[in-house]
């Protein structure tokens, strides 16, 4: 499951620039994005980690990024993380994935939802600014969105006609990841997130999909208790050592 949901969350988020090495997958894309700036060990390896690491620290000293490992609790992660701690690494971004089942999910609402398939500068104008995101991050989210091959659905919660809360649902292989749900700042705690992550999930339902994941970091934990209220149940957790 591990695997599956990495390889799909890869696919969900993809980087500018990837090396394969050795069973490991090394992400860079600039900005400050984890997920996109960091080496994950999914596969099996034949090189010894006291090889392996120096080499991908090097590549992020010449590329100027920072030194990222993406751990999870795959047997290809350890002695990994010992490793790294003893090297001066600290963990950050601890983060839950949690998966639902859609057989028996139905959701209806009186809301406006809006459904967009394809990229679209507006909404993505929208949502950066409303998550307040950074010049950088916002060239490296909408280059990684653009280049996305599994369907999407670029979806917002609608009031008086104004987005007033954003979601990307991505439809792959039956499975349909749930991905930047975010609310603005003052119609929070109003349920909006819910209504929106429940009507990804319908979309993806539609397409045929047959199970929702999605991912919540540690330090959430209003999103956390959300997600779990809506019935997503935990699968394993992620965490990332920087240096």
């Given at each position: 499951?591990?695997?599956k949901?990495?390889?799909?969350s ?17 992400r860079?894309s600039?900005g400050d994005a ?5 080496v994950?060990?999914?596969?099996p390896?034949t090189l ?5 690491v120096?080499?991908?620290?090097k ?11 993406k751990?999870t609790d795959?047997?290809t992660?350890?002695?990994l993380?010992d490793f ?7 963990e950050?971004?601890?983060?839950h ?7 028996d ?9 809006e459904y ?8 993505f104008?929208?949502?950066?600014s409303s998550k307040?995101?950074?010049g ?7 280059d990684?969105?653009?280049r996305?091959i ?9 009031i008086?006609g104004?987005?007033?809360a954003y979601?990307?649902g991505?439809?792959e292989?039956?499975y ?8 603005d700042k003052?119609y929070?705690?109003?349920?909006y997130?819910e209504i ?12 045929g999909?047959?199970?929702?994941y999605l991912?919540?970091e ?8 959300l997600?779990?209220?809506i ?5 394993y957790?992620y ?5």
């Amino acid at each position: 499951m591990i695997r599956k949901i990495e390889e799909l969350s890869m696919n969900a988020f993809p980087c500018l620039d990837t090396i394969y090495y050795d069973g490991w997958v090394i992400r860079m894309s600039n900005g400050d994005a984890r997920r996109v700036n960091s080496v994950y060990s999914l596969y099996p390896s034949t090189l010894d980690i006291e090889e392996k690491v120096p080499h991908c620290e090097k590549i992020f000293e010449d590329k100027g990024l920072r030194k990222i490992f993406k751990l999870t609790d795959q047997e290809t992660c350890f002695r990994l993380g010992d490793f790294l701690r003893n090297r001066g690494y600290r963990e950050s971004g601890r983060t839950h994935i949690k998966t639902m089942k859609l057989n028996d999910f139905y959701f209806s609402s009186e809301f406006e939802i809006e459904y967009l398939k394809d990229f679209s500068s507006e909404w993505f104008r929208n949502f950066c600014s409303s998550k307040s995101l950074s010049g950088i991050d916002r060239k490296v989210y909408g280059d990684s969105w653009k280049r996305v091959i599994p369907q999407q659905c670029y979806a917002a919660l609608k009031i008086d006609g104004h987005r007033i809360a954003y979601g990307r649902g991505v439809i792959e292989k039956g499975y349909v990841g749930i991905y930047g749900v975010f609310v603005d700042k003052k119609y929070r705690r109003l349920g909006y997130g819910e209504i929106l992550t429940k009507a990804l999930m319908a979309y993806g339902k539609e397409k045929g999909c047959h199970m929702a994941y999605l991912q919540v970091e540690d330090d959430n934990p209003i999103a956390v208790s959300l997600y779990e209220k809506i019935g997503f149940e935990e699968q394993y957790q992620y965490w990332y050592l920087i240096k």
